[in-house]
C-alpha cells in the first residue's frame, strides 16, 4: 500500500519570490510520483513527474521536483512565482503496474502582490 | 483533442434518488478512471477501465455504486439511494497506456449535492 503526505496545507507567498511544496511519501513497491496543480474551477492538471532517471524533473510553467529515494520525498519548487500561480497542487504516487493514482490531501498556494 | 468531457457540470438531488453522471474521455484513449474528491481532500480513487472491462474497484466503491464503459468508449457513474455522504466532486480522467506511469488526463468533475 502507498501512503501520500503534504505537509503544508496552505503556503501563502509574494508574487516573485520562490516557493517549495513538500510531498512525502511511502511504499512497499516502486512507484512513480506527480505533481498536479488544480486552478479554480478547472481539471488536475499535470506539472511534471519522475519515472526514472534523472532525480531533477522538469515541467511546465517553470516548476521542477526532485525525486528523493532515500528520504522518500518528491518536493516541488518555483525560483519565482506568479499570481496566476494560485491554485492548489496535488502530490501523487502511483504504482509502476499500472495507473491508479493516489494523491496527498493538497497545498493551497496564495499568492499576493 | 477536446479533452475529457463530464456532464453534467453539477447536479443536485434529494437523499434516496438515483443519479448518472457520463464521461467522455479523449479520442483513443484506452485507460479510464473515476475518481472523487471531497473538500479540502486530494482524489480518492474509486474504479478502472482498460478499454470496456473494469479491472478494478476501490472499496470505496459500495454496491450503491455502478460504471460502466461499453463499447470502451465514454463511461457512466451510477449511484443509487443517493445518501449526504455522496456528496462530493466526482472526476474522470483518462490516458492512453504507454506502459505504466501514462499521464492521467482530467476533465473538470462533476459537482454533486444530496440534500
Known amino acids: 500500500a502507498q501512503s501520500v503526505t503534504q505537509l503544508d496545507s496552505q503556503v501563502p507567498v509574494f508574487e516573485e519570490a520562490p516557493v517549495e511544496l513538500r510531498c512525502n511519501y511511502s511504499?512497499?513497491?516502486?512507484?512513480?510520483l506527480f505533481w498536479y496543480v488544480q486552478y479554480p474551477n478547472q481539471g488536475l492538471q499535470l506539472l511534471l513527474k519522475?519515472?526514472?532517471?534523472?532525480?531533477l524533473v522538469k515541467g511546465i510553467n517553470g516548476f521542477e521536483a526532485e525525486f528523493n529515494k532515500s528520504q522518500t520525498s518528491f518536493h516541488l519548487r518555483k525560483p519565482s512565482v506568479h499570481i496566476s500561480d494560485t491554485a492548489e497542487y496535488f502530490c501523487?504516487?502511483?504504482?509502476?503496474?499500472?495507473?491508479?493514482?493516489?494523491f496527498g490531501a493538497g497545498t493551497q498556494v496564495v499568492v499576493t502582490p | 483533442d477536446t479533452g475529457v468531457s463530464q456532464d453534467p457540470r453539477h447536479k443536485i438531488t434529494k437523499r434516496g434518488q438515483n443519479v448518472t453522471f457520463r464521461c467522455d474521455p479523449i479520442?483513443?484513449?484506452?485507460?479510464l478512471y473515476w475518481y472523487r474528491q471531497t473538500l479540502g481532500q486530494g482524489p480518492e480513487f474509486l474504479t478502472y477501465?482498460?478499454?470496456?472491462?473494469?479491472?478494478?474497484k476501490s472499496r470505496l466503491l459500495s454496491d450503491r455504486f455502478s460504471a460502466e464503459r461499453p463499447k470502451g468508449s465514454f463511461s457512466t457513474l451510477e449511484i443509487q439511494r443517493t445518501e449526504q455522504g455522496d456528496s462530493a466532486m466526482y472526476l474522470c480522467?483518462?490516458?492512453?497506456?504507454?506502459?505504466?506511469?501514462?499521464?492521467?488526463?482530467f476533465g473538470p468533475g462533476t459537482r454533486l449535492t444530496v440534500l
Open positions: 480522467a483518462s490516458s492512453l497506456t504507454e506502459g505504466a506511469g501514462d499521464t492521467q488526463y
Open positions: 511504499s512497499s513497491v516502486s512507484v512513480y
Open positions: 519522475y519515472l526514472s532517471g534523472s532525480t
Open positions: 501523487a504516487v502511483s504504482p509502476t503496474s499500472w495507473g491508479k493514482l493516489q
Open positions: 479520442s483513443e484513449h484506452n485507460r
Open positions: 477501465f482498460q478499454n470496456e472491462a473494469q479491472l478494478e
